[in-house]
């Protein structure tokens, strides 16, 4: 079936690669124009030349009888622009700046010459995007290279507005303008670099390579891939006409940092100093030039990194089984290499293809925890990407451009145990601080690869219906797979604490858990395939010269499948036993038409493959609108409104697999007293539905009415150019996020869905029971009613399906303004004040489709509120200015709330009640304030670059620089703010007393953040 659908698929874009139609060039820009006579007659005929430094050749166009004319596909770069006509002036307009992704519009007017002198069009030529309806900005190589950044992608990243980070630093994969994680595409010239599962970055994405990067956030075209976050269009460097290149080396020593807090500080504190980079080196080189001038150019960058960071672990620490935990250090090892060739065999062709590889090793694959030991970390070995890309843009004639496009794209991450935790259990102990204490889940090499192809056409017709209409159309189709090796030697969970009998979960019974997986590499290995065919339409088109309106439409359909998958034994003897004695005969007996002879999830098993776990079709319409109020192209109004569906991502599709790692748990009785579990002991289930570890019960793991979670948008902006090289933007943006995934309690033998405390079958299978939890110092009591789950429910089994009681929200009104680089300074910054509510969030956390949410009406009590998200004040500037003596200064600020949080707590009912009410007497997890009702502090960092510039030579100079960051002495420390961890009252109803257990970390600091750090960097241009 894949065979079959990727070879219609090529067939059908090697159709549109010979039909007249063309898809817009994301990652390029374009320049029309119409020229006209002193009195505003067209004039037809007229010669309009075309130049760039950055571009390959000239190009010529003639104008039709509208007088218009249209370059598309342009890469960024310097351009000048020129219209002969016998008769009239030779006009050139030049210094036209065109960036990543931009559109302009010119009207020339050439007076009537007998000499056809040429004259330059007087004044600077604008800087504003006068055609295209979106919201973006870009970041180009000068300010990546000239701001006091960390050499890494994600920091360039979160200088983009409405970027947020996670914590007190920078997040690899951040939250932008109301979108989740979760949200964002990343693109590489066309390349789609998106993550399938956690839609991070899929391949390393370095800085060397980088020209220009674009952030789109409202008003995406329907020629790119919808995304509900940004997309971060990214365009690599081509080389040029002439040679050049840059050797660099940026290094810090642990000897020049400063921690900003003082030791008698940290040690009443008893925790670490602040994490932070302890030392870092990357050498690298990058080469440019022709191979033939005007034909042929190549371009490769390498670099090496290896950085260490100063652990903060807080040790050593001595755990419930007398194992002690020593403090231990980070680092990284990184090489990365990428070349790209860019040709242009005839003057009507273009071609461009770049390869890139990368490899990283981590001892510790985690980022430094206060809490984690390090026998629970897993060691990252060697976690490689390769990338191949190839694109071929061909002028049918001057109004038709066609392109054909294809990409692969792979990444192998093994992420393995520590050998001294190989063959022990995954154990947690709820009342210390740390956890787990005994090993890492599991072993895995996670394999994925993606393989894309499009084809596309843009149409310039010169007068149709009385205006110039660009079309723009194309087909794209994605192959995604991602496979999944893992394995466990010992494969049971055991979950503790400390502060019952005999450590028990539970005052009464243990809580224990088990892996589906084998006990060795190769033993447990499945994979699923994602494929998406993509197609779209647009007309862009003006009105009265100074209005421009895009319409578009693109329509995806995506489905996924699963092959015939088997595993092997488990590891640990007890799964066995308790599969063959317990798990198995149940199954056999409450599911005979499911499991006839019984089941043992952890026995040698074969689970059968499903051609269409999930699929979807999906519309997303575009509109939007410019318009030049003054007819300066100076002043530009914007509107748009647009509907982005999600991408069939992995992360929906793998969990659904049985052997997709997760523990199936049991309830656990001591009864040889021995302390530890073994087969003398006695175990029971709890209600829960095994159907779903059965390949035969995949539709009912999915609703068969699922649509693509989208996000709706709606935009409004004003942008005008101040000054030459200064431009300034208001916008509004709005968005809100509908049809959102979650796994729901549903009842596939009788269709009841009984999550919500509304619905008809919740209310009969749920119970209310009042409780006041306690305050604890400044935190007041609670008086809630929390639902408990009565034992004539169905057993639990969850379904993928729309939630509509879920929702994301987001508002916010930005301000940005930016000054290109000239006469000596460049300046960018951004205000950003917003709101982002719902109830469900946008971490990493809150965004699998596989959550807590609607798992039962205890979700959404004091659920609506500010999401993590959540950052009401942004404000971020940047900017160099040169000074005498060859010197450069150059400053990053960064300005955000907190993070929202809120009071939450596990309720366990009485036994006495559980027992007359008839339901189930476990913890109940439940919110005691309005999601977002407390604010973590704000934060602020000044970092600072100062460079001095050497010549060397007529063609090379010598870069050397420092850079300083945290100026302005930022701290924070980050501890226990939540304070209940159980209440166990001893009746129903308010004031009751009962047991409160604190959450071990209430009141304790676990980490510091502040640290000044010095870094150094030497860069030779040549």
């Known amino acids: 079936m894949r065979k079959a659908s990727a070879a219609i698929v090529l067939g059908l874009l090697l159709f549109l690669s010979g039909t007249p139609i063309l898809r817009a060039q994301g990652h390029t820009g374009t320049i029309q124009g119409r020229v006209a006579d002193p009195s505003g007659k067209s004039l037809a005929g007229a010669t309009v030349y075309l130049s760039s430094p950055t571009m390959q050749g000239n190009r010529t166009v003639m104008t039709g009888k509208s007088g218009s004319f249209d370059f598309a596909a342009l890469p960024a770069g310097i ?20 960036r990543t992704g931009m559109s302009f519009f010119f009207r020339l007017e050439p007076a009537p010459s007998e000499t056809e002198i040429d004259v330059a069009v007087p004044g600077p030529p604008p800087s504003l995007d006068t055609v295209s309806a979106k919201t973006a900005v870009a970041a180009d190589q000068l300010q990546a290279h000239s701001l006091p950044l960390a050499r890494d992608f994600s920091a360039l990243l979160n200088t983009a507005p409405g970027a947020i980070a996670a914590g007190y630093a920078f997040d690899p994969n951040p939250s932008i303008h109301g979108g989740t994680v979760r949200d964002n595409v990343y693109m590489l010239d066309g390349a789609n670099m998106t993550d399938m599962f956690t839609s991070a970055p899929l391949a390393h994405l370095n800085l060397n390579l980088t020209d220009e990067i674009e952030f789109i956030t409202a008003v995406q075209p329907a020629s790119q891939l919808p995304a509900g976050g940004a997309y971060v269009n990214v365009v690599s460097k081509s080389g040029g006409n002439s040679s050049a290149g840059e050797l660099s ?18 040690s009443s504190l008893g925790v670490a100093p602040p994490a932070g980079d302890k030392n870092y080196a990357e050498p690298a080189l990058s080469l440019g030039g022709p191979i033939m001038a005007d034909r042929a150019w190549y371009f490769l960058t390498g670099r090496y990194v290896s950085k260490s960071r100063a652990g903060n672990f807080i040790g050593p620490y001595q755990d419930i089984f007398g194992q002690v935990h020593d403090p231990y250090d980070w680092s990284l090892q990184e090489m990365s290499a990428f070349f790209k060739l860019t040709a242009r065999p005839v003057a009507n062709a273009r071609i461009t293809a770049w390869a890139g590889l990368a490899g990283v ?8 925890s206060p809490r984690l030991p390090f026998d629970s970390t897993h060691l990252l070995d060697h976690d490689t990407s390769f ?44 009342a210390d601080l740390y956890g787990p204490i005994s090993g890492a889940d599991y072993n895995s090499i996670d394999n994925k690869q993606r393989l894309q192809a499009d084809g596309s056409i843009r149409l310039f017709a010169d007068d149709l219906l009385g205006t110039s209409h660009t079309f723009s159309a194309g087909l794209d189709f994605d192959s995604s797979t991602s496979k999944l090796n893992w394995w466990k030697q010992n494969n049971m969970l055991w979950y503790m604490d400390g502060r019952n009998t005999n450590a028990n979960f539970y005052s009464d019974r243990g809580l224990l858990g088990f892996w589906p997986c084998g006990f060795e590499q190769d033993s447990t290995v499945f994979s699923a395939e994602t494929l998406r065919l993509g197609i779209h339409v647009s007309d862009s088109f003006s009105i009265a010269r100074r209005l421009t309106v895009t319409l578009g439409l693109r329509f995806e359909r995506a489905w996924s499948s699963f092959p015939t998958t088997s595993k092997y034994l488990s590891g640990n003897p007890l799964s066995l036993f308790i599969g063959d004695a317990v798990v198995s005969p149940r199954l056999a007996a409450m599911y005979p038409a499911v499991f006839s002879s019984g089941y043992n999830p952890w026995a040698q098993t074969t689970v059968a493959g499903e051609n ?20 300066t192209g100076r002043t530009i109004l914007k509107a748009g409104y647009a509907r982005y569906a999600d991408a069939l991502s992995q992360r929906y599709v793998l969990p659904l697999h049985p052997m997709y790692p997760r523990s199936l748990s049991v309830f656990w009785q001591d009864a040889n007293g021995d302390g530890l579990p073994d087969v003398e002991d006695e175990f029971s289930l709890p209600n829960v539905d095994y159907r779903f570890l059965s390949g035969s019960y995949y539709p009912n793991r999915v609703a068969g009415d699922l649509k693509a979670p989208a996000t709706e948008e709606i935009s409004l902006g004003l942008d005008h150019e101040l000054f030459r090289d200064f431009t300034l933007g208001l916008h509004f943006l709005t968005r809100r996020q509908t049809n959102i995934l979650e796994d729901a309690l549903y009842a596939p033998d009788t269709g009841e869905i009984w999550y919500a405390p509304d619905q008809a079958a919740a209310k009969k299978y749920w119970v209310p029971f009042t409780t006041t939890v306690p305050g604890t110092d400044a935190y007041p009591g609670q008086t809630i009613t929390i639902y408990a789950k009565s034992l004539q429910a169905p057993p639990s089994f969850l379904q993928l399906r729309n939630v509509p009681e879920l929702e994301r929200k987001y508002r916010s009104l930005e301000f940005v303004f930016q000054k290109r680089m000239a006469r000596g300074w460049q300046l960018a910054g951004s205000l950003v004040l917003s709101k982002a509510e719902g109830n469900i969030g946008g971490s990493a956390g809150e965004t699998t489709a596989f959550t807590a949410a609607a798992d039962s009406p205890n979700y959404f009590l004091n659920r609506y509120g500010r999401l993590d998200t959540d950052r009401p004040l942004q404000i971020k500037l940047m900017g160099t200015v040169e000074l005498p003596l060859r010197l450069g200064l150059s400053a990053f600020f960064h300005y955000q709330s907190g993070r929202p949080w809120q009071r939450w707590a596990q309720i366990l009912p009485p036994a006495d009640w559980s027992t007359a009410h008839n339901v189930e007497r476990i913890y109940y997890a439940v919110n005691l304030e309005a999601s977002g009702s407390r604010r973590d502090t704000d934060w602020s960092s000044l970092d600072l670059r100062l460079e001095k510039e050497f010549s060397l030579g007529t063609s090379s100079k010598l870069g050397v620089y420092a850079d300083v960051t945290n100026l302005l002495g930022f701290t924070a420390s980050v501890g226990g703010l939540n304070d209940i961890y159980s209440w166990a009252p001893v009746a129903e109803g308010a004031g009751q007393s009962g047991q409160k257990i604190l959450q071990p970390d209430y009141g304790i600091t676990n980490a510091l953040y502040g640290q000044r750090t010095f870094r150094f960097g030497l860069r030779l241009i040549f």
Do not use: C, H
């Open 361 to 368: 090793y981590q001892p510790v694959a985690e980022d430094p």
């Open 612 to 631: 269409s776990v999930i699929s979807w079709n999906a519309l997303s319409p575009r509109a939007g609108l410019a318009f030049d109020i003054w007819g």
């Open 387 to 430: 990338s191949l890309y190839g694109v071929l843009d061909y002028e049918l004639n001057p109004n038709a451009l066609t392109t054909i496009r294809g990409a692969y794209i792979s990444r192998n991450s093994p992420s393995l145990m520590q050998t001294e935790a190989l063959n022990k259990p995954w154990i947690d102990d709820a």
């Open 249 to 266: 080396f940026f290094f810090m020593n642990d000897g020049l940092n400063k921690n900003l807090w003082s030791a008698s500080k940290i």
């Open 79 to 98: 351009y000048t622009l020129s219209v002969e006509l016998p008769g009239f002036q030779t006009l050139v307009r030049d210094r036209i700046n065109l």
